[in-house]
């Protein structure tokens, strides 16, 4: 698995809104964890309701800042832009993969 490649196809397709190819990326039982927003959201219906609230909501636009990954991880530092307050905000994901997807994901934000 080339995680450099899959991380920026990951950032673009989010950056489109497209969400039934942003849900591609996910396995289905993903466990995507934000404690910047105070929830763990489960499964494809959590990570909908994720990006629908947070990024399409705020029309956020990510950019990949750093990406550091070893087999099967993945950390990337961002810079996010959109609608909400900060108007601009740094964030962390941390990733695990598992059959060529992201099985888990802890995200926050940094100021």
Same mark, same amino acid.
């Given at each position: 698995m080339d995680i450099a490649a899959f991380v920026n196809n990951w950032i673009a397709v989010g950056n489109s809104y497209d969400l039934k190819k942003y849900l591609g &990326? &996910? @396995? @289905?039982? =993903? $466990? &995507?964890d934000d404690p910047s927003v105070g929830r763990v959201f489960h499964g494809h219906a959590g990570v909908t309701e994720y990006f629908n609230s947070y990024f399409i909501g705020y029309k956020t636009h990510t950019e990949l800042v750093k990406l550091e990954h070893t087999v099967g #991880?993945?950390?990337?530092? =961002?810079?996010?832009?959109?609608?909400?307050? @900060?108007?601009? $905000?740094?964030? #962390?994901?941390? &990733?695990t993969f598992r059959n060529g997807k992201i099985a888990t994901v802890k995200a926050d934000l940094i100021s």
């Open positions: &990326f &996910f @396995e @289905e039982d =993903v $466990i &995507f #991880t993945a950390h990337l530092e =961002v810079l996010f832009t959109g609608d909400f307050p @900060e108007g601009k $905000i740094g964030g #962390t994901f941390d &990733f």
